[in-house]
C-alpha cells in the first residue's frame, strides 16, 4: 500500500510540474516596454494645432507656464502624459536639448531626452502597443515654433484625431 502510495504521489508530481513547465512555456514573453523620441524636421505649418505652451530653460516644478500635455492613449484605456522640458541652447547650432517625461498610463514612465532639435521640428513620441511593440505618429505630438533668446521655446501641440500610429 505504502509502495502504491508513493508511485501515485511521484506521478502526480511529474504531471504537475511538467503542466507547469507547459503553461510557463507556452506563454510568450512580452518584452520590457519601451519610449523613446523622433525629430521630424520642418513640421511646423503643416498641421492643425489644440494648444500652445511656454518652455523655459530649466524651469522648476513650480513653473506656472506648465508644458504638460495629456492625451487618450491611442492603445489603453488611460489617459498618457508628456511634458517637454527645455535644457538648453546651442548657439552654434542653433539648436535646443530637450528631456521629456512621458507617462504612460498603466505602463510606465520613462525620462527621455532628445537633442539638436531646431525651431520648426516636431518632436515624436515613441509608445508601446498592448503587444510592446514601439510605434510612433508620422504627425509630430509637439512643434518647436520658437526659440525666443534661446531660454524660452514655444510649443504647438497637435491634435491626437490627425495621429497615425506606425511602428518604427
Same mark, same amino acid.
Given at each position: 500500500?505504502?509502495?502504491?502510495?508513493?508511485?501515485?504521489?511521484?506521478?502526480?508530481? /511529474?504531471?504537475?510540474? *511538467?503542466?507547469?513547465?507547459?503553461?510557463?512555456?507556452?506563454?510568450?514573453?512580452?518584452?520590457?516596454?519601451?519610449?523613446?523620441?523622433?525629430?521630424?524636421?520642418?513640421?511646423?505649418?503643416?498641421?492643425?494645432?489644440?494648444?500652445?505652451?511656454?518652455?523655459?530653460?530649466?524651469?522648476?516644478? +513650480?513653473?506656472?507656464?506648465?508644458? +504638460?500635455?495629456?492625451?487618450q492613449d491611442p492603445f489603453r484605456h488611460t489617459t498618457d502624459t508628456i511634458t517637454?522640458?527645455?535644457? *538648453?541652447?546651442?548657439?552654434?547650432?542653433?539648436? /535646443?536639448?530637450?528631456?521629456?517625461?512621458?507617462?504612460?498610463?498603466?505602463?510606465?514612465?520613462?525620462?527621455?531626452?532628445?537633442?539638436?532639435?531646431?525651431?520648426? +521640428?516636431?518632436?515624436? /513620441?515613441?509608445?508601446?502597443?498592448?503587444?510592446?511593440?514601439?510605434?510612433?505618429?508620422?504627425?509630430?505630438?509637439?512643434?518647436?515654433?520658437?526659440? *525666443?533668446? *534661446?531660454?524660452?521655446?514655444?510649443? +504647438?501641440?497637435?491634435?491626437?484625431?490627425?495621429? /497615425?500610429?506606425?511602428?518604427?
Amino acid at each position: 500500500m505504502k509502495r502504491f502510495l508513493f508511485i501515485a504521489l511521484a506521478v502526480v508530481v /511529474v504531471c504537475a510540474s *511538467g503542466l507547469f513547465v507547459f503553461l510557463r512555456v507556452d506563454q510568450p514573453v512580452l518584452p520590457a516596454p519601451q519610449s523613446g523620441l523622433l525629430r521630424i524636421p520642418l513640421s511646423a505649418y503643416k498641421y492643425q494645432l489644440c494648444t500652445e505652451a511656454f518652455a523655459y530653460a530649466y524651469a522648476t516644478p +513650480d513653473n506656472p507656464y506648465k508644458t +504638460d500635455y495629456e492625451f487618450q492613449d491611442p492603445f489603453r484605456h488611460t489617459t498618457d502624459t508628456i511634458t517637454p522640458y527645455l535644457q *538648453g541652447y546651442d548657439a552654434t547650432s542653433k539648436s /535646443v536639448t530637450f528631456q521629456v517625461d512621458v507617462i504612460i498610463g498603466h505602463v510606465s514612465t520613462f525620462h527621455l531626452s532628445i537633442s539638436h532639435v531646431h525651431e520648426l +521640428d516636431g518632436i515624436a /513620441v515613441v509608445l508601446p502597443d498592448l503587444h510592446n511593440h514601439s510605434l510612433h505618429s508620422t504627425v509630430p505630438q509637439f512643434i518647436i515654433s520658437d526659440f *525666443g533668446n *534661446g531660454s524660452i521655446a514655444v510649443l +504647438d501641440y497637435t491634435c491626437p484625431q490627425q495621429w /497615425v500610429w506606425n511602428k518604427t
